[in-house]
């Protein structure tokens, strides 16, 4: 009985918490900026460049997340390491390819930061517009 109780109380404590739970505090970011807004319709691979700041508590923030709808419908979703395991706050600056062969109209793409636990942060969002033609800036 004493055996049954010890084991009892041990899977008690093993089972205490869940398996997918992360741990620590996820980065924050903020004041995503981007150029150009506007880009030309069926003319390729483009880049939308941009930047962000982010804040990370803990030090270690590994990977930053883009996720768009390419054409508005196809799901896309890319990460890019970063290096900056040890630092507190800062800029991250980046180039995103994008394919403008998509029918004119407003798309928007979205920023995320991972840290080396999983935690994701707030999101942030850019909205860009592909025109028909260049006039129409």
Known sequence: MKRLIIFLLLLALVGCGEENEKEGIAPYIAGLGYWPDQLVANRGTKEINGWFWFSDPEAD?????????????????????????????????????????????????????????????????????????WWEW
């Open 61 to 133: 923030f590994e990977k930053y997340r883009i996720s768009s709808l390419v054409c508005g419908h196809i799901p896309f979703q890319q990460d890019f390491p970063v290096f900056f395991l040890g630092t507190l706050a800062g800029r991250v600056d980046f180039t995103w390819m994008i394919d403008s062969n998509c029918p004119p109209g407003n798309y928007t793409l979205s920023v995320t930061a991972l840290d080396s636990n999983g935690n994701e942060s707030n999101p942030l969002i850019a909205s860009f517009r592909f025109k028909s033609s």
